[in-house]
């Protein structure tokens, strides 16, 4: 039975330290989604971004994510967007500290306010640079909280497991 309470400390340890480090995911403008009339400046207030967190822009398909740079988002200058996606439903994680730039590429959405200006902290404890890195593109679905419930949930079915047999295995 000592080997089993050894056991279960150990697994407990471990999801002690890895949950803690999932990066977070943040629906951009929360409920609202990306879309005209939110002040993404405000939106930003309080949130601290590290690098490994993950940006969901979910809009109408005539809007689009375009990562700029930091003269076309002040300027809010379309058509050079070092990427852009407009299915709907765009996944970025962020990469590199620093602070990375997006704006809706319909003319006239990014002087309306759809703009948003993301500072990205360092994930470790060195003071963050201040270069503009680009972040990837995804289009799945997928996030890290759905990995993270998957993972408690199959670890903690995983001990009950290991207990039960151990029980069973007394008589």
Avoid at 9 to 14: N, Y
Avoid at 79 to 103: P, Q
Avoid at 125 to 130: G, I, V
């Amino acid at each position: 039975m000592a080997s089993l309470s050894v056991g279960v400390a150990c697994v407990l340890l471990v999801l002690c330290m890895v949950v803690p480090s999932l990066a977070a995911v943040y629906t951009v403008g929360d409920t609202s989604g990306w879309t005209t009339g939110i002040d993404y400046s405000t939106w930003t207030e309080g949130k601290t971004f590290k690098v490994g967190d993950t940006l969901v822009f979910k809009y109408p398909t005539f809007h689009t994510v375009d990562e700029v740079s930091s003269s076309d988002y002040s300027t809010c200058t379309v058509g050079n967007a070092i990427r852009s996606d407009n299915s709907g439903s765009t996944t970025v994680t962020l990469k590199a500290a620093g602070t990375h730039y997006f704006i809706c590429g319909v003319v006239g959405h990014c002087g309306n306010g759809m703009k948003l200006a993301v500072k990205v902290e360092s994930s470790s404890s060195t003071t963050a640079t201040t270069t503009t890195t680009n972040p990837d593109f995804s289009y799945s679905s997928s996030n890290r909280s759905s990995f993270a419930a998957y993972f408690i949930t199959w670890v903690a079915l995983i001990v009950i497991l290991v207990i039960n047999v151990s029980l069973w295995q007394e008589f």
